[in-house]
């Protein structure tokens, strides 16, 4: 079983549209949580961190779920320049394991 | 200038040759870490290490070896390239001081042959 798993996608939404993604992490004991950004061929650099209590910035955000083991990121009134894929990466005992990421393309 | 930085950024090799991957960073984190993507796969680590005296084994080290010269340098080696080692390989730091966001460099695109 991989340590996390996400659905690959891709999500194709308009202009506007809110989405959402989710990812599932495997190990109970994982002390930390985070959600990056990766355009093509390019390096992945961090969108937010996600902490227990949930938390905002701007467009997106992020909720913790430890009882079921998810992690999820909602992104509202979605940009063109939000096209790109989306990586879960959890923290498990000093080590990171990312997901193999979700597409996101917005429409015009 | 670029935080971590890699050489080459892009290399075709034949398999069998020995190739080594540079990584270079003026963050002053301690921790380093080596990671392939594979189309499909998502990223995986390969080695980290957490200051110039400590290297570990990530997920995928068979085939690799590291070198931690210095804190800002952290390289990576192949002694007998294959064609699965064929990738984008990322190298990256962090600082668990700042929140353990982990900074990664540009890639390094290897195709063997």
């Known amino acids: 079983r991989k340590e996390v798993e996400q659905d690959p996608g891709p999500f194709n939404v308009p202009e506007g549209a809110t989405v959402a993604f989710n990812c599932t992490y495997s190990?109970?004991?994982?002390?930390?949580f985070f959600w990056y950004r990766q355009d093509c061929r390019k390096e992945p650099k961090l969108l937010m961190s996600v902490y227990s209590s949930g938390n905002e910035d701007g467009r997106f955000t992020a909720q913790l779920n430890r009882a079921s083991q998810y992690i999820s990121l909602l992104i509202r009134d979605s940009k063109l320049s939000d096209s790109a894929t989306y990586l879960c990466v959890v923290n498990s005992q000093n080590k990171f394991y990312f997901g193999s990421g979700t597409k996101l393309n917005v429409k015009p | 200038d670029a935080d971590v930085t890699q050489t080459p950024r892009n290399r075709i090799t034949k398999t069998g040759k020995r190739i080594m991957l540079e990584c270079s960073q003026t963050k002053g984190h301690d921790r380093m870490y080596w990671y392939r993507q594979d189309p499909g796969l998502g990223l995986r680590l390969i080695y980290y290490?957490?200051?110039?005296?400590?290297?570990n084994k990530g997920e995928i080290s068979d085939g690799y070896s590291v070198s931690r010269q210095a804190q800002a340098k952290f390289s990576l080696s192949l002694e007998s390239a294959i064609p699965n080692q064929t990738a984008l390989y990322f190298c990256?730091?962090?600082?668990?001081?700042?929140?353990?966001?982990?900074?990664f460099g540009p890639g390094t695109r290897l195709t063997v042959l």
């Open positions: 190990n109970s004991a994982s002390q930390s």
């Open positions: 290490s957490f200051d110039v005296k400590d290297i």
């Open positions: 990256a730091t962090s600082d668990p001081r700042q929140g353990d966001e982990q900074f």
